[in-house]
């Protein structure tokens, strides 16, 4: 039975992406001489992205703190990784955010084209240009525009959580910016890394904790790893909670 769930989800989702392509495109035209930071097309993109859940009322998401964000104040996200889920479940928050995603998805044709399009960041993974390019995410933080990074730098394959990169501090130390935590739990359970099919049923929670201003700590690793100790602390009570 999860064949044919995780089929229709798929099917459903790719047929999304390409009945929105052209509208997506025409906004993105349209738009180009005055919309600089790619709202308009960006919220397409959000829009086709959260639909991958439209296709199975079973899943169920839950979204927990959403008070905690400080509209228009200069915030980098940041979440920990575990499955392809957690971009179409972070696609659901209510406002725009610019992703930084590894260079080989913005290869991937349609998908790459909407991440074009979008305004998102492109970076390869493990290069010091990974760091320049964090470069351009400075005038959307400074527009009041999120970014979102995951500073895992990639999926947990085993649902720990990897020791941080310094990326996102790093950008933080230099802008002032705020980083908010976002813990995602239950993503891995209905659709485990490496794989298409998902479960027939599940529960995925998303919660936004507290805020850090880089100002309360004395170094970029202080800030690292104080609030990786954080997000780790909610994952085990996720975990012991909702099991």
Known sequence: MHIIVSLFAWIGYATMFVL???????????????????????????????SFF??????????????QFKYGEPTIFVANHQSFLDMPLLAMLPWQMKWV????????????WYMRMSAHISVKRGT?????????????????????????????????????????????????????????WGSRDVMKPDTWK????????????K??????????EL??????SDMKDELDRLDRVLR
């Not at 240009?129 to 895992?152: H, Q, S, T, W, Y």
């Not at 805020?211 to 970029?220: A, L, R, W």
């Open 54 to 67: 439209w296709f199975n009322p079973l899943w169920k998401i839950r979204i927990e703190g959403l008070d």
């Open 198 to 209: 998902a479960t027939t049923s599940g529960e995925m929670v998303v919660t936004l904790m």
């Open 20 to 50: 929105f392509l052209l509208p997506t495109l025409l906004v993105y035209l349209v738009t180009y001489p005055f919309d600089k930071y790619r709202i308009y097309s960006n919220w397409l993109f959000m829009f086709i992205g959260r």
């Open 101 to 112: 995603s590894k260079q080989a998805l913005f290869k991937v044709p349609v998908l790459g």
């Open 211 to 220: 805020p850090y201003s880089p100002t309360d700590f004395e170094s970029i």
């Open 128 to 184: 010091t240009a990974a760091l320049k390019a964090l470069d351009k995410l400075k005038p959307f933080l400074r527009n009041g525009i999120p970014v979102m990074l995951f500073p895992e730098g990639t999926r947990s394959r085993s649902g720990e959580l990897i020791k941080f990169k310094s990326g996102a501090f790093m950008l933080s130390k230099d802008t002032g910016a705020f980083v908010q935590p976002i813990l995602i």
């Open 223 to 228: 800030m690292r790893d104080k609030i990786y």
